[in-house]
């Protein structure tokens, strides 16, 4: 490895060790009692260097809900992979996506936490969540194009928006069974790409 290399090697692990750290510390008390000195200590790196890494207490945030969201990309790939047909595609990656969602650790302390005043990652999922929109639209719009070359752009572009505006909204706000809610974004699809 040069020397390059192993600087990168090593930045990476320390930014893995405190993503790991921030992780455990919003689950055990909520994102609001997460201070960066102890996610510092916790995971063996000075507070200059966590600073330098994420910016601020922020930027952990933003930074740990990215890492969680492409933990779900993983699997939501997977999901529309096992399937030929295009709903019963979108149907399974809802689903997935909303059970794993109930069942993330993060997630339900994320929720949870709004909902007892604690709103300070939830702006990651909702109004401040462009990246992890724009991550889910592009895994989508590429998933769609290879399955539909047929579609216009400006079509897969719609449709994709608004799915992943709704499956955000069925994550932050669950209302309905995730079965339920995969065959409604299912259909919803389905009208669109046909319209």
Do not use: C
Not at 19 to 37: D, F, S, Y
Not at 93 to 117: D, Q
């Amino acid at each position: 490895m040069t020397g390059e290399s192993l600087r990168l090697e090593f930045r990476r692990q320390v930014r893995e060790r405190v993503l790991t750290t921030a992780h455990q510390h919003t689950v055990e008390r909520g994102w609001e009692r997460v201070r960066v000195g102890e996610v510092a200590v916790d995971s063996g790196v000075s507070r200059p260097t966590l600073y330098r890494e994420f910016g601020n207490k922020d930027g952990l945030g933003e930074a740990l809900m990215n890492r969680e969201a492409e933990r779900f990309f993983a699997a939501i790939n997977e999901a529309l992979a096992e399937h030929d047909d295009v709903g019963e595609a979108v149907a399974a990656a809802t689903r997935l996506t909303l059970e794993e969602a109930a069942r993330n650790p993060l997630l339900r302390a994320v929720l949870t936490g709004s909902r007892t005043g604690d709103v300070g990652l939830l702006p990651f999922l909702t109004s401040r969540s462009e990246s992890i929109r724009e991550s889910a639209r592009a895994l989508l719009a590429t998933w769609l194009e290879q399955r539909r070359p047929d579609l216009l752009p400006t079509r897969i572009e719609e449709t994709v928006d608004a799915v992943v505006r709704l499956v955000i909204s069925h994550v932050v706000a669950p209302a309905l069974d995730p079965v339920d809610v995969g065959q409604r974004v299912s259909r919803l699809l389905v009208a669109l790409i046909r319209a």
